[in-house]
């Protein structure tokens, strides 16, 4: 049996399991490079037709054989863009680190983070912002961070940023054409070049504002129920999320720190979040603390629920953009336009969730799907073609306008990791790369 050799050359194949932990039933080892076919085929007796799953025994040479599922996607139709065999095999630590191990003895070298996606990257078969929507994917902590990494993957972001990119550089190339001769210039190219900068401008600058948006939208709401001492404030927050999270007591002042729970509501994740009830005076320091902290959350909310008792007068109503929900209808109704619930009944909690859910979406159809890599490569590409336009007011030699462009052009370029305009930087690979999970 010829063993090929191992090697630490980016060329040599690699070896990493592609399943997460903990253990589920199932976990499949990758292996990619030019060598996976003549490592892993000796092991699983013969190799099924392309892009076919289909049952070996696989022997890892260490006691009996197992059964696996195995699929050999010869590049470069593969996922890295070169022979990539997976093979499904039962999990657990154990039984996959014997399997990895009879693959690295026979010359596969164990993958560094993220290093599937790089080759996927290095051989175009992604380009750098899928590969980092892959990475955001699997960071993912709510359905709209899901949503807007799909779209990431799905190249959506890509299409739009070359769009622009070619745009800049066809203008930067009409303006190149003219530096022999710039005397030969016309007033109306100088205009229509300015106006042409001007828009494209706007539409980087349009990116930002959504880049914002699409942020705001990943990260889940914190929605705060706030209100007097004893208003049932725990009660509600517990009836909220279907478990007795804080303590309920019929003592004004019981919660004394802040409680924050994840619920969701109509496949939104929102952090609820419950408070000490407020009162002016206080001798009680520790409760004097807690309210201060009840204000800092009513101060970072994207929703307040401002409670008060059917059972007590109106107070003061709260913060003006506050929800107004009546507690403890089932004692009575003292506050009729307020939206009544009772923790205790079960009344008005599903006309709360929808009114949370229609409060808290807002911003979840953002537009824009960048992460913060790209809004500081889009902002940069806007600032250059702001310099540009106004080295063009004031005539400025065309030399110092196509520089700006090609700045432009290049800042745009390194959002995708196409190198029209020469390689992306070994740092910036690194960085990007390095976040991702090893067999990623
Ligand atoms: N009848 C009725 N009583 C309720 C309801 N919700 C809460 N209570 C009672 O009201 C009292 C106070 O409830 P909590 O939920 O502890 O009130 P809180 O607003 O968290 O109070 P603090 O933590 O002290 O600010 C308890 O005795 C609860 O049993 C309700 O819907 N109906
Ligand atoms: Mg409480």
Redesign the pocket.
């Known amino acids: 049996m010829t063993r090929p050799r191992a090697s630490q050359s980016p060329d040599s194949t690699i070896v990493g399991v592609a399943t997460g932990t903990p253990d589920g039933g199932v976990a499949i080892v990758r292996v990619s490079g030019a060598e996976a076919r003549a490592i892993v085929e000796p092991l699983v007796e013969s190799l099924p037709p392309p892009r076919m799953l289909a049952r070996r025994q696989l022997r890892d040479g260490q006691g009996a054989a197992e059964e696996a599922l195995v699929a050999w996607m010869p590049g470069p139709k593969s996922f890295t863009g070169e022979d990539v065999i997976e093979l499904h095999v039962h999990a657990g630590v154990r039984n996959v680190g014997r399997i990895v191990a009879a693959l690295q003895l026979r010359g596969a070298r164990a993958a560094g983070p993220g290093e599937f996606s790089r080759r996927a990257f290095e051989h175009g078969r992604l380009s750098l912002e899928q590969a980092e929507g892959i990475a955001a994917l699997i960071a993912g902590r709510t359905s709209a961070a899901i949503d807007q990494a799909r779209r990431l993957v799905a190249g959506e972001l890509g299409r739009e940023v070359e769009a622009l990119r070619s745009a800049v550089g066809d203008l930067r190339a009409e303006i190149e054409a003219n530096l022999d001769f710039p005397e030969d210039v016309a007033d109306g190219d100088v205009s229509r070049w300015r106006e042409e900068l001007r828009r494209h401008e706007a539409t980087a600058r349009a990116w930002l504002q959504s880049f914002a948006a699409g942020q705001r939208a990943r990260e889940r709401a914190r929605v705060v129920i706030a ?1 007097p ?7 509600l927050f517990n009836a909220l999320l279907g478990r007795s999270r804080a303590i ?3 003592t ?4 004394r720190d802040y409680v924050e729970a994840e619920l969701q509501i109509d496949g939104l994740e929102v952090i609820v979040v419950d408070t ?2 407020l009162r002016g005076a206080t001798e009680d320091a520790i409760e004097h603390e807690g309210i201060g902290r009840s204000r800092e959350q009513i101060a970072g909310a994207k929703l307040v629920l401002w409670l008060e008792p059917a059972d007590a007068e109106p107070l003061d109503a709260g913060p003006p953009e506050a929800l107004r929900v009546e ?2 209808r ?2 009575g109704a003292r506050r009729p336009d307020w939206l009544g619930v ?3 009944s079960g009344e008005g909690l599903e006309e709360l969730r929808a009114q949370i859910g229609r409060s808290v979406r807002g911003d979840e159809a953002a537009p824009w799907i960048g992460l913060a890599r790209h809004r500081d490569r889009a902002s940069e590409a806007a600032t250059a073609m702001a310099s540009a336009q106004a080295l063009l007011e004031r005539t400025a030699p065309l030399e110092l306008v196509a520089f700006e462009l090609g700045v432009a052009e290049r800042q745009l370029a390194e959002i995708t990791g196409r190198d029209t305009l020469g390689p992306v930087g070994e740092d910036v690979l690194g960085r990007i790369f390095s976040q991702f999970c090893i067999g990623k």
Do not use: I
Request: proline share 12%; no cysteine; net charge positive.
């Open positions: 209100g001492p004893n208003a049932g404030k725990s009660a309920v007591s019929p004004p002042g019981t919660t000490a009830g507690s403890k089932d004692l009772s923790a205790q």
